[in-house]
């Protein structure tokens, strides 16, 4: 095993990677830091737009200022509509950005097919992403309208919505980006 992985990986690729990571997640974190904004606004638009849909709610918009995108929901109570604000800062969701496409271009040398393999990589995340904000914006949602009596009170909904949530936030902060790098270079290395 050990000869088989020395006759893959050789000194020179391994520094060559490890420069390749540590100069692109620099460069990258700079450039994340100026677009985490606009990004979150999308993930944020195509997110709301499907929880609304699931929810049966209406979207009346969403704004964003800087890190921070606010997603307003309203639903017909009665005669007037009740509009509920959901606020979510982008960086709790995409700050593994950088970190993966960093890792991923250091894996350069080593893949094949690298077209489909980096958008693979880039649709895994994105569809994590949405999963995230998808839970989040479910369970604030669902949270304030059981409190103003527009949704019957349903606390087995309620926590799994909490727990589905929770799972994607802690997955987010510790092992999906290298879930996502590892599923790649298992899938296409050379």
Request: hydrophobic fraction near 55%.
């Amino acid at each position: 095993m050990r000869k088989a992985l020395k006759q893959i990986i050789t000194k020179p690729q391994v520094l060559k990677a490890l420069l390749t990571f540590f100069a692109a997640y620099i460069v990258l974190t700079i450039i994340w830091m100026q677009v985490a904004g606009i990004y979150g606004y999308g993930i944020e638009f195509i997110a709301s737009e499907f929880v609304a849909a699931a929810k049966g709610v209406r979207l009346d918009g969403i704004v964003r200022e800087k890190d921070i995108v606010t997603a307003t929901f309203c639903s017909l109570k009665e005669t007037e509509y009740v509009c509920v604000d959901i606020l979510t800062k982008a960086s709790a969701f995409s700050t593994n950005v950088p970190l993966v496409l960093s890792m991923l271009g250091a894996l350069f040398p080593f893949l094949r097919n690298r077209k489909r393999a980096y958008a693979e990589a880039l649709l895994i995340l994105v569809l994590f992403h949405l999963l995230h904000v998808s839970l989040l914006e479910t369970w604030r949602l669902t949270s304030e309208f059981t409190g103003q009596g527009i949704e019957a009170a349903n606390k087995v909904r309620l926590s799994a919505y909490y727990f589905f949530w929770g799972v994607v936030e802690h997955a987010s902060m510790s092992f999906v980006p290298f879930l996502i790098v590892t599923y790649i270079f298992v899938r296409f290395r050379k």
